[in-house]
């Protein structure tokens, strides 16, 4: 279990200002929470690349902002991480919900893909979303580790501190809902 | 129709303490007028994403007037963002939208519907209360002042000739200040700037 309260606790522990954010289903419980709190701001955004625009453009402004997108989302955003929190170096941490993770573990499809199997995208029992996340993280220089339950919400600080070390953006793998 | 200048000299000697974001086609010509420690080229960036970066620095600062110098061809690549401008109630916003219905950067190419889109229009239908919209050098000018005081989010769409700037570089050799440095340097210097 990943409860979205202690989430949000550990956010306002790391100093975050705003969570800027496209909502999805496995951060529902996050959201919820964030629009109604006193001390982070909620910013939602109409596609995900413009949370990693506003996002950096409010670090600039002296904020320190977190995002929360899905792994869907996160693909779309390529080059607005590319040409902002990358190019600007900015410290920024962003939890991606990785949808289609259950199932891909379901099938024990390793999430590194033999080159050029191209059936698996289309596979039923399998989200081509999945596929392509850790891959995706890999390829575009974004280091990452997983936020699966409670346990993990160390995990948080620990991206924080590597990303305001590094200067750099560090993504954690949501891969639970949050309840 | 107003020229780069016509446009550009009356807001830079208006800005005042404003935080100015420019992009594409005015980069140049605006370092050229203002050599500010609060100016900030989206150049060598994310294509589109000037309007969401100086949301940003809106709500982080939101005491000081943020004013951003989108293209048109920009903004269409990130409609949504005037929808995020108006949920997030960023006050402090001035988003110009220059308009010459062109890819400039790129050798003028016409943006998609080019003399057809009613950017005003886009922006009252997103929620935009004060929406701007000029195409005589005068009329801005004397217009200037209203558009850049009080309450936004304000929408200012701007008739301007297509010119022939190239792609932007950053290097020494530029002219303009603000592109002598890389965008990671000039990030972290405006956010020292705006910090102090």
């Known amino acids: 279990m990943l409860h979205a309260k202690l989430v949000l606790e550990e956010l306002k522990a790391c100093g975050v200002t705003h969570v800027v954010s496209l909502a999805d289903n496995a951060s529902a419980a996050l959201a919820a929470l964030l629009v109604n709190d006193n001390l982070v701001r909620f910013v939602s955004v109409t596609r995900e690349g413009e949370a990693f625009a506003l996002a950096s453009g409010l670090w600039i402004g002296g904020k320190n902002a977190a995002v929360v997108v899905q792994n869907t989302g996160f693909l779309e955003s390529g080059d607005a991480l590319r040409g902002t929190a990358q190019r600007m170096r900015i410290p920024l941490v962003c939890l991606i919900t990785y949808r289609g993770y259950s199932k891909m573990r379901r099938q024990t499809v390793s999430a590194a893909p033999k080159p050029w199997d191209f059936d698996r995208f289309s596979r039923p029992d399998l989200d081509s979303a999945a596929l392509v996340t850790e891959p995706t993280l890999k390829a575009w220089s974004v280091p990452f580790d997983f936020l699966e339950s409670d346990a993990d919400l160390p995990k948080i600080s620990e991206a924080f501190s590597r990303a305001q070390k590094e200067s750099w953006p560090v993504a954690l793998l949501v891969t639970e809902d949050m309840s | ?196």
């Open chain 2, 1 to 196: 129709m107003l020229t780069k200048e016509q446009f550009l000299k009356p807001l830079a000697q208006l800005r005042g303490q404003a935080v100015v974001v420019t992009s594409m086609g005015v980069t140049r010509p605006w370092g050229k007028d203002s050599s500010s420690e609060l100016d900030f080229a989206s150049a060598d960036s994310a294509m589109g994403h000037t309007a969401d970066l100086a949301l940003g620095i809106a709500l982080a600062q939101p005491q000081r007037k943020v004013i951003c110098l989108n293209g048109d061809g920009s903004m269409l690549m990130t409609l949504g963002t005037l929808a995020t401008v108006i949920g997030a109630r960023a006050t402090n916003l001035v988003l110009f939208v220059v308009q010459n219905e062109t890819y400039e950067i790129t050798g003028n190419q016409p943006i998609p519907g080019a003399g057809q889109i009613d950017f005003p229009g886009l922006a009252r239908g997103a929620g935009f209360r004060r929406v701007y919209y000029f195409e005589d050098a005068d009329v801005f000018e004397k217009q200037l002042p209203e558009v850049l005081s009080g309450e936004g989010p304000v929408f200012v769409a701007v008739r301007v000739e297509p010119g022939t700037e190239g792609p932007i570089a950053r290097s020494e050799s530029e002219q303009s200040r603000y592109l002598r440095v890389s965008i990671a340097e000039s990030a972290h210097g405006l956010r020292t700037v705006l910090m102090s």
